[in-house]
């Protein structure tokens, strides 16, 4: 990765990590701030809306107070309004049906069993329908009915959407004693006497969910009966919940915690279900928000949950014990913090990215190009070259131009140095050849020597195995000669004879020749299939007279004689020699009759094994660790080179194979090991 673009992540890096850091603090800044922006105008929304809902309980409760004044005044004569009623079947009175008219008239329902109505009672009767039917109609677009009830069974209801059906189809085991839209003015349920409102009821009458607002009448101090009027739950959903803070959702909740709009009910009003509920899970929200609300402690405000994370406002309505509830999620606090803010990000980062860009463009053409030129120049001095940096860069003023300046400078010395270096590698060159090649052929000379040295030790031995020869062919021709004087001469006896000089003469040829193989330095390089009984066989007949002068038994013990192996034969007759030369030094001081040397040979894993073994004292411990060192020798001054072993080991090397040296049942062995094919070219 190049430096521009190392310095391009870097900036990217650090500029998105200072970018996100100061957004996540940006959001939070947002979010706190929102929120108590939007707690502030959630409230006056709130305010605003329970005014305009508290008028409508309001306007209830004065209509109320209006019809009751009017009722309970005696001024006005109300008998010339006609009952106009009618008994049915099942002994209840109602209105009649040829003169009730519903879209103007009150009707009339007096429940079963009907006692025999007082003059007051008729009184009230007469009033209520004329205050029902005058009223009802003014109150009409506000509220869809007005009603008395009063003690008795005995109602009186303007409704021109649905009066006929509690008119008429009222059953007469009806009990308006038990209904909540009584019940809750009666003196038991409200000592206080004020307006009070019902929980959501489904009217089978009207077919719709609604409420119910009941005044009671007092005539003094006696209770007669009440004055109601009734909301539709549709029409509260549409004035007090479907008018809402954008993103939020309204419900109207009593004191007791019981539900008396919500927008889940939007599903519900229209099917004529018996139970106006929301979920369980929107139960337990409800629920959440009423015990936020009881311990916020004030009758309005603003406060918050956590399960679930709501903004919660709310309002007393006015003469109902209801509150009007706003619910606003924080999570479109949130939503709109990280709108807000991932505006600002994109905006910044757009504006940072396009200064960057300016600045990798500057970079690139002021610092990269010169660099990349820099670090051509610098490879290609490295090749051997020795470019000069132009005139355009090394005129600048500034740091570039200083560094091409150096540069320049720096070639031209590395050049000059370059030059001298060159010059004294090239005499350096040629004294090592002369040393190396002068190396080399002490190295032969030095092999030569121990080969010589080897031949040294020997010639004792081999002067009188070559002697005892030519002793007995001496012998054998002067017997051959006095044979032939006499006249009747043994032929028989000549040829055995003759015979006897031919093998003995063969003997001395290939011990002559054995030595002179073995003393030919043109040899040394000459690579040969040879068998491993051929091998052994020269060897014995150069050193056998040797150690049997010395009554030093030699031995071998062959497991594979015709066994072949591509090797130069005089290397490793030489290793062979060395190391019975070395055991035979061992063994020659000692006065022993059973002082012994055994040549021993196997074949292993494809490795060829010979083993020279001598019965002697052994090799020091101290001394293990030096014996195939260059120049090192136990032996007298004069009388060793210390390069036998030295060179044996070399030659081992050569064909990848081993010597080494143990002692085990009291024989010193030393073992050369090596493999049988794909052998090295010497």
């Known amino acids: 990765m190049n430096l521009l673009r190392r310095i391009f992540l870097k900036i990217i890096f650090r500029t998105s990590l200072v970018l996100v850091i100061i957004s996540l603090a940006s959001i939070g800044h947002i979010y706190y701030r929102t929120k108590r922006a939007t707690a502030v105008n959630i409230l006056n929304y709130l305010k605003t809306r329970s005014l305009n809902d508290n008028g409508l309980f309001l306007t209830a409760k004065q209509n109320h107070e209006t019809v009751i004044k009017a009722f309970l005044d005696t001024s006005t004569e109300y008998t010339k309004f006609p009952l106009d009623l009618t008994q049915q079947a099942d002994l209840t009175w109602v209105s009649n049906r040829q003169k009730f008219n519903q879209p103007t008239d009150a009707g009339i329902y007096i429940g079963s069993p009907t006692p025999k109505l007082s003059k007051l009672q008729i009184q009230r009767l007469h009033k209520a329908k004329y205050l029902a039917s005058h009223f009802g109609r003014a109150f009409h677009p506000y509220f869809p009915n007005l009603y008395f009830t009063f ?12 009066a006929s059906g509690w008119i008429f189809a009222t059953p007469p085991t009806l009990r308006f ?43 003094a101090e006696e209770f007669i009966g009440t004055v109601s009027c009734d909301v ?112 600002l990000f994109l905006m910044t ?27 051509t120049s610098s490879q290609s001095v490295a090749q051997g070259n020795y470019p000069q940096i132009p005139e355009a860069l090394s ?28 010059a004294a590698n090239s005499n350096l060159y040629a004294m090592v050849e002369a040393r190396t090649a002068e190396l080399e052929e002490q190295k032969i000379l030095a092999v030569h020597s121990s080969r010589l040295s080897a031949i040294g030790e020997m010639a004792g031995g081999i002067a009188h195995e070559i002697n005892t020869p030519l002793s007995v062919i001496r012998i054998l021709c002067e017997q051959i000669l006095e044979e032939l004087k006499l006249e009747s001469s043994n032929k028989k006896r000549m040829k055995e004879k003759t015979e006897q000089i031919d093998a003995t003469a063969e003997r001395v040829a290939r011990i002559i020749k054995g030595l002179r193989e073995f003393s030919h330095q043109d040899a040394l390089h000459m690579v040969d299939f040879t068998t491993v009984a051929d091998l052994i066989d020269d060897v014995k007949d150069l050193c056998q007279e040797k150690l049997r002068s010395h009554s030093i038994s030699l031995t071998e013990v062959i497991e594979t004689p015709q066994s072949k192996i591509s090797v130069n034969k005089i290397q490793i007759s030489q290793i062979l020699i060395n190391l019975i030369n070395n055991s035979f030094d061992s063994l020659g001081p000692l006065q022993r009759k059973d002082k012994a040397i055994e040549i021993r040979q196997r074949i ?77 070219k010497i």
Request: proline share 5%; hydrophobic share 35%.
């Open 151 to 162: 003690e008795g069974e005995q109602l009186v209801l303007y409704a021109p959407g649905f």
């Open 177 to 219: 004693s038990d209904q909540s839209w009584y019940y809750i003015a009666r003196p038991t349920h409200n000592p206080s006497r004020e307006t009070r409102w019902t929980d959501p009821y489904f009217d089978p009458m009207a077919k719709k969910w609604m409420v119910s607002g009941a005044t009671p009448i007092y005539l």
């Open 232 to 343: 539709f739950i549709d029409d509260l959903l549409n004035r007090a919940i479907d008018e809402k803070f954008p993103g939020s959702y309204n419900y109207i909740v009593s004191d007791e915690g019981k539900v008396i709009a919500h927008p889940k009910f939007h599903g519900l009003i229209n099917s004529n279900v018996d139970d106006l509920s929301v979920s369980e899970k929107t139960r337990a929200e409800i629920n959440q928000h009423l015990r936020a609300i009881k311990e916020s402690q004030p009758s309005q405000g603003v406060t918050t949950t956590e399960t679930p994370s709501d903004i919660i406002a709310f309002f007393p309505i006015s003469t109902t014990g209801w509150k009007l509830v706003t619910v606003y999620s924080k999570n479109q606090l949130w939503s709109t913090s990280f709108d807000s803010v991932m505006f």
């Open 349 to 375: 980062a757009f504006m940072i990215l396009t200064e960057i860009i300016i600045l990798i463009y500057v970079l690139k053409r002021e610092l990269k190009t010169p660099m990349d030129l820099f670090v």
């Open 395 to 422: 005129t600048r003023d500034d740091e570039i131009g200083s560094l091409a300046i150096e540069f320049n400078n720096m070639v031209a010395k590395v050049e000059e140095r370059d030059r001298s270096l060159e």
């Open 604 to 680: 292993e894993n494809g490795f060829l094994v010979i083993e020279v073994a001598d019965n002697g004292p052994g090799i020091p411990t101290s001394l293990k660790e030096k014996i195939f060192q260059p120049f090192f020798t136990t032996k007298m001054v004069g009388k060793g080179t210390g390069l036998g072993l030295s060179i044996s080991l070399s030659i081992a090397h050569k064909y990848d194979g081993r010597l080494e040296h143990e002692t085990k049942d009291g024989w010193t062995i030393f073992r050369l090991t090596l493999p049988l094919e794909k052998r090295k």
